[in-house]
């Protein structure tokens, strides 16, 4: 069942320190695992938001980094700490109503510091203790009415304690007036992947004009998906910025492992694939694996060679490059390669050109009648091989969906037809019929009945 659109809705921003249950409460708020939890601190870095039901009532939830004071001063995990903290005090102005989760027991210095930052907007703050499940640490929870809560609530976000009560306080602080139902336009999916610090952030920050995903020369800073929308030539775009994959042999961390698993996911709602590689270094097996998942998929693949500012600008400089690309992935020598650099923003139309080009073909219908009317002259000018132990007849084909684009062929043998057949065929495809950007899948199934016939009857 296609969930209803939504505008205007109301945007409940999550805030408190690292490790307090903030994405856990997120994911039940959404009743699915949306965000990454984990034990460590700091497991949520950009700010992420979907649309969840409170009693039925539809609303924008966001969930932030931790607030964190303790840094090692100097070292690029303070620095990141830093940029996570701007985004959370960002986050605030743009709130209706901010949800402040602490965690029952002792009062921490950083408790009170991001009180202290909350006072500008003391109006629009509900206050919960999380982690009081079955009644546990309630005595150490009230400490926190010293800082004049209006109401304090205490929550289990893991096991459901309370969490009614929460809604419901929710729901009687936040203007439902202006939320419509409506039809969200079209949108083209783009999927940015790539190995970390290749310039996935910076490029999706760029295309959607925010600074939703946390930039920074720390490799690994995307952990959960980061989505933003952006609009180009009367199209709407959808931005998911990924987690960068590495080796498995170098992913160390759970918390790694489950930012890498959902960067794969996101093959599975996207359209588009803006596989990012940075132009100074080279190309790896890992890369050629997530791109062999992208393929399996039927999704669009545009290559893109990031940082090309630092490359020599004469054109064989380019050529060379696509050519060890088309190299590595012979069986994807359709997919486009475009070079760019996020940061001075240059080639970025001549990408977003070959993104709209790419999503035609994906979802372009081929008409029975022509597709059977080419695929006579395909078969005409290549016969399938006259031997007895190898003849088969194609009898028709079919288009069976777009996006990814599939075709049934019918065949009087297709457990003979040679792999180098169903190649020439899927090439004809690309090159007569207009998809040759894309992949196209072929699927064969028995049938000693010819086209004509079946439409005769």
Known sequence: MEQKKYKNLPLLVIVGR?????????????????????PTPGVTRDPIKETAFLNEKP???MDTGGFKLERDIGSKEAELDELVVQKTLESLKKADL???????????????EFIALLRPYWNKVVAAVNKTEGGRNEESAWEFS??????????????????PDLYGLIESRMDFSKVEEGEEPEEIKIAIMGKP???????????????????SDYAGTTRDVVEGTFAFKNKRFKVLDTAGIRRKA??????????????????????????????????????????????????GVIFILNKWDTQNQEKKTFKEAE???????????????VAISAKENTGIKQLLNTAMELYNQLTKKVETGVLNTALKDWVTAYPPPASRSASFKIRYMTQISTNPVKFLIFATRPEVV????????????????????????????????????????
């Not at 690292?18 to 984990?38: C, E, Q, W, Y």
């Not at 050519?323 to 069986?331: A, L, Q, S």
């Open 323 to 337: 050519r060890n690309i088309k190299i590595m992935f012979g069986h994807m020598e359709y997919a486009p390669v």
């Open 418 to 457: 040679q792999p180098t057949y169903l190649a020439y065929l899927k090439n004809k495809i690309r090159t007569d019929l207009g998809f040759d950007k894309i992949p196209v899948q072929l699927e064969l199934k028995a049938s000693r009945q010819k086209w004509e016939k079946r439409t005769r009857e």
């Open 146 to 163: 010293q800082f004049g809560f209006k109401e304090l609530l205490f929550i289990s976000a893991e096991h459901g304690d309370h969490i």
């Open 250 to 299: 170098k992913v160390k961390e759970d918390v790694e492992y489950y930012s890498v698993t959902r960067a794969i996911k996101t093959l599975d709602r996207t359209d588009l694939v803006f596989y990012m590689m940075d132009a100074q270094e080279g190309l790896t097996e890992q890369d050629k694996k997530v791109i062999g998942l992208a393929y399996e998929r039927g999704r």
């Open 98 to 112: 901010i949800l402040l989760l602490l965690e029952a027991g002792v009062v921490t210095a950083e408790d009170e």
């Open 18 to 38: 690292p490790n307090v249950g903030k994405s856990t409460l997120f994911n039940r708020m959404l009743h699915k695992r949306r965000a990454i939890t984990d």
């Open 59 to 61: 609303l924008c939830v």
């Open 197 to 215: 610090n290749t310039g996935k952030s910076t490029l999706s920050n760029l295309l959607t004009e925010t600074e939703a995903s946390i930039v």
